[in-house]
T-cell receptor, first 115, second 112 residues
């Protein structure tokens, strides 16, 4: 497809388990972002990849969260030892380049529920 | 510290009337602003943007106004349609920022 895709669309896990969320950005987009939206909250920035530069991890809430982007394309967000407060919709977005017109194209999100 | 604020969590408007969604920001380094619309179970989609060198940008039924001195922007939808019912996020960007900063969103309900 032409848009950003994410998998799985829904994930239910038990507290303490690890989860991996996948994002396939739009082909050719060099910038990739992860956000999460908790109930009643706005979009919270997590991490940003731009080309081959070191990622901006300033939004990751704890060291249980990590992300990688292989080959400048697909990205995986990993949450280790999940907690109930990790329950949220995790959104991925990509952008053609980092410039002043920073329009981002979002995927449909992964709804994570930690029991 | 919420740098981009949308103080109205929800707004109800009748079809055909004007919808006005407001957004305030605190950081004077922001110089580009965007509005995103989000339907349930979908990711946000870009709607309209404005640069700080302008005070108005119009695209069809959607107009964004920027008041830099007040650090305030608003999105006007005229006329409102039921299909406009969604959550609207304001976002800001500026030199030195690597990322968009989003507000908490306003849920718009347009009733027939």
């Amino acid at each position: 497809g032409a848009g950003v895709s994410q998998s799985p669309s829904n994930k239910v896990t038990e507290k303490g388990k690890d989860v991996e969320l996948r994002c396939d950005p739009i082909s050719g987009h060099t910038a990739l972002y992860w956000y999460r939206q908790s109930l009643g909250q706005g979009l919270e920035f997590l991490i940003y990849f731009q080309g081959n530069s070191a990622p901006d991890k300033s939004g990751l809430p704890s060291d249980r969260f990590s992300a990688e982007r292989t080959g400048g394309s697909v990205s995986t967000l990993t949450i280790q030892r999940t907690q109930q407060e990790d329950s949220a919709v995790y959104l991925c977005a990509s952008s053609p380049r980092r410039d002043i017109n920073n329009e981002q194209f979002f995927g449909p999100g992964t709804r994570l529920t930690v029991l | 510290d919420q740098q981009v604020k949308q103080n109205s969590p929800s707004l109800s408007v009748q079809e055909g009337r004007i919808s006005i969604l407001n957004c305030d920001y605190t950081n004077s380094m922001f110089d580009y602003f965007l509005w995103y619309k989000k339907y349930p179970a979908e990711g946000p989609t870009f709607l309209i943007s404005i640069s700080s060198i302008k005070d108005k940008n119009e695209d069809g039924r959607f107009t964004v106004f920027l008041n830099k001195s007040a650090k305030h922007l608003s999105l006007h939808i005229v006329p409102s349609q039921p299909g406009d019912s969604a959550v609207y996020f304001c976002a800001a960007y500026g030199l030195g920022f690597q990322k968009l900063v989003f507000g908490t969103g306003t849920r718009l309900l347009v009733s027939p």
